[in-house]
């Protein structure tokens, strides 16, 4: 499966983006997908994820109650709604999907096989 992300820009603090992750080649509907984002000098980290079977879905504590991750499977495209945006948001923000990820690993960079090529979002104070 092939990944594009997209949506990101720039907001101030406080605002909102959402960003897209579109899927060719094969649906997204039978992948578990999770945001990952990395900012200058840190390593990449765990966001927001929704699984493949049911839909549940996990976030990273400190973007708990201000991002919202869904998926629309007809179009093949997942979302990440962010709001309430902080300058400490700001990173390079990657859809990555796996289809065989387990729970206990959903949060794991290594974990998953397909990834997108990342989308800047830069929050101004």
């Known amino acids: 499966v092939q990944l594009q992300a997209s949506g990101g820009g720039l907001a101030q603090a406080g605002g909102s983006l959402r960003l897209s992750c579109a899927a060719s080649?094969?649906?997204?509907?039978?992948?578990?997908v999770g945001w990952f984002r990395q900012a200058p000098g840190k390593e990449r980290e765990f966001v927001a994820a929704i699984r493949r079977n049911g839909g549940t879905t996990h976030y990273l504590d400190s973007v708990k109650g201000r991002f919202t991750i869904a998926r629309d499977n007809a179009k093949s495209t997942v979302y990440l709604q962010m709001n309430g945006l902080r300058p400490e948001d700001t990173a390079v923000y990657y859809c990555a999907a796996d289809r065989d990820i387990i729970l206990s690993s959903i949060r794991i960079v290594e974990q998953y096989d397909y990834w997108g090529q990342g989308t800047q979002v830069t929050v101004s104070s």
């Open positions: 080649g094969r649906t997204l509907s039978t992948y578990t």
